[in-house]
Antibody, heavy 115, light 112 residues
Framework: EVQLVETGGSLVQPGKSLKLTCATSGFTFSNAWMHWVRQSPEKQLEWVAQIKAKSNNYATYYAESVKGRFTISRDDSKSSVYLQMNSLKEEDTAIYYC??????WGPGTMVTVSS | DVVMTQTPPSLSVAIGQSVSISCKSSQSLVASDKNTYLNWLLQSPGRSPKRLIYQVSKLDSGVPDRFSGSGSEKDFTLKISRVEAEDLGVYYCLQGTHLPRTFGGGTKLELK
């Protein structure tokens, strides 16, 4: 059974950092292209970042709204993907989901950026 | 960025009724490999999104054949025949052809 579980969300002040983890199981993670997607309090879905597999040189891509502040990475030995979020802004407040090929999604983790 | 415009924003339906949702993109979604990466997702209340259809018309495993997708280039449609209670929620289209990936604004399917 495919499973994805995000952790690491919390309440954080503007300008601070946070790292999200998505632990996966049930599929060949090393071959998987993984995504982070967020859903704002207004329920709009926004693609955040993508990381390809080792065979694609772990290529990464970002939404313009997070480029230079967020970094997606992966550890194939742990079947996990990460999202390092720096210089957080109030508009980054959202539920953050990781997804495998948009086919499978985790339950999400809540990030609230507020002073 | 490719803008995905979904209509209508909401639909009120009776069980057993058929409905259609439109999704129009600001650019062609035909990729260099000739595939069209248009997906339809359903987010049921309190749940994560779930993909129903990929590449315009291919049903994901376990998705009832009451669901069907059609379209090409920039104009796509999701049809639900004989709506059931479990179909209620918010439907999103998502393009995977261009970077950044972009979602439609959603269509909320409610019971009449």
């Amino acid at each position: 059974e495919v499973q994805l579980v995000e952790t690491g969300g919390s309440l954080v002040q503007p300008g601070k950092s946070l790292k999200l983890t998505c632990a996966t199981s049930g599929f060949t993670f090393s071959n998987a292209w993984m995504h982070w997607v967020r859903q704002s309090p207004e329920k709009q879905l926004e693609w955040v970042a993508q990381i390809k597999a080792k065979s694609n040189n772990y290529a990464t891509y970002y939404a313009e709204s997070v480029k230079g502040r967020f970094t997606i990475s992966r550890d194939d030995s742990k079947s996990s993907v990460y999202l390092q979020m720096n210089s957080l802004k109030e508009e980054d407040t959202a539920i953050y989901y990781c997804s495998w090929y948009f086919d499978f999604w985790g339950p999400g983790t809540m990030v609230t950026v507020s002073s | 960025d490719v803008v995905m415009t979904q209509t209508p924003p909401s639909l009120s339906v009776a069980i057993g009724q058929s409905v259609s949702i439109s999704c129009k993109s600001s650019q062609s979604l035909v990729a260099s490999d000739k595939n069209t990466y248009l997906n339809w997702l359903l987010q049921s209340p309190g749940r994560s999104p779930k993909r129903l259809i990929y590449q315009v018309s291919k049903l994901d495993s376990g998705v009832p054949d009451r669901f069907s997708g059609s379209g090409s280039e920039k104009d796509f449609t999701l049809k639900i025949s004989r709506v059931e209670a479990e179909d209620l929620g918010v439907y999103y289209c998502l393009q995977g052809t261009h970077l950044p990936r972009t979602f439609g604004g959603g269509t909320k399917l409610e019971l009449k």
